[in-house]
């Protein structure tokens, strides 16, 4: 996501809030995250796999777990990519936020 967020509302109904926000926790993401995720998706607009978002987003500093969540991948294959690439784990930040 580029600097520039906007909040938009979205109108869901009860159960399938329940639903979505099953299926969201099942990939460990947030229901934020997997609707974006989806919108992207359905946009064709998705996040490529590929080495060059691994290095991407590695090269921004974010952890193992981060871009696994971003790419719809597990942490193992993640790890795994990273030492392909000759690149190492970015420390996880424990005092860093996640604002809603």
Known sequence: MSGDVRAVPVVIPP??????????????????EFLYAAALA???MSTP????SIRVFHRAG???????????MTNL??????????????????TKRETP
Request: proline share 4%; no cysteine.
């Open 77 to 94: 294959a993640v790890k795994d990519q990273l030492r392909r690439l000759g690149l190492k784990t970015n420390p996880i930040n424990r």
């Open 49 to 52: 796999k590929g080495e060059e």
């Open 15 to 32: 159960a399938d809030l329940w639903r979505l926000e099953t299926i969201a926790a099942r990939k460990g993401m947030t229901l934020p």
């Open 62 to 72: 974010m952890t193992v777990m981060e871009i696994a969540r971003r790419m719809n």
């Open 42 to 44: 359905v946009a064709g």
